[in-house]
């Protein structure tokens, strides 16, 4: 059964630097996702990606962050200059569809500690 | 106005027994209501889903049943087992209106005991 995959599963890094957060998606799958949760909060939606665009984008997803689909396999996300407040466990998702109300599939995915 | 309120945060279980878990939401523009399942190293995964124009929908032993005038809707599993012992989000979403918003409760972490 096809999934979406995340690398590396455990990320940790220092306050500043720069952390690139990898995941493979579903290979027919045309939509993309990421959301974070941070320990012991809810899953927040931090944007979604279509056709090497930003479709749309939270407040939390500001200049630090940004996304590439840097080939036809791989879907990254990218701080650029790391907070503490950026630890958390990042989920990447996919979709063949458009619309949230079908069904998103959801990596392992990445916990980003930093320190 | 756009958060999903989920309780319990942890429940705990019998073999055999029924799992509740609630949601509640404020924003009347939500029409679209699925519920996630995730196991430990896993992510989130479809469980379950209602639209607000029926009161309840049932699949397997999962239910979810649905109060539009309350704004709850919540999450039955009946017979439970140690097999659903999971963490579960409820999770609201308005598709109309342009663009589209999902919206995540802070999850249930449920164990069924053997």
């Known amino acids: 059964e096809p999934e979406v995959t995340q690398t590396p599963s455990h990320q940790v890094t220092q306050m500043g630097q720069e952390v690139i957060l990898r995941c493979v998606p579903i290979s027919n799958h045309l939509y993309f996702y990421w959301y974070r949760q941070i320990l012991g909060q809810k899953v927040e939606f931090l944007v979604s990606f279509y056709n090497n665009e930003i479709s749309e984008k939270s407040e939390i997803f500001d200049d630090q962050f940004s996304v590439e689909r840097p080939d036809g396999s791989n879907f990254t996300l990218k701080i650029r200059s790391t907070k503490l407040e950026d630890s958390a466990m990042y989920f990447c998702?996919?979709?063949?569809?458009?619309?949230?109300?079908?069904?998103?599939?959801f990596g392992p995915g990445t916990r980003l500690t930093v320190l | 106005q756009q958060q999903v309120k989920q309780s319990p945060q942890s429940l705990i279980v019998q073999k055999g027994g029924i799992s509740i878990i609630n949601c509640a939401y404020e924003?009347?523009?939500?029409?679209?209501f699925p519920w996630y399942q995730q196991f430990p190293g896993k992510g989130p995964a479809l469980l379950i889903a209602i639209r607000p124009d029926v009161s309840e929908k049932k699949e397997g032993r999962f239910t979810i049943s649905f109060n539009k005038s309350a704004k709850q809707f919540s999450l039955h599993i009946m017979d439970s087992q140690p097999g659903d012992s999971a963490t579960y989000f409820c999770a609201a979403i308005q598709t109309q209106g342009g663009s589209e918003k999902l919206v995540f409760g802070k999850g249930t972490k449920l164990t069924v005991n053997p």
């Open positions: 998702a996919s979709s063949d569809k458009a619309t949230l109300s079908d069904e998103q599939f």
């Open positions: 924003n009347t523009a939500f029409d679209y």
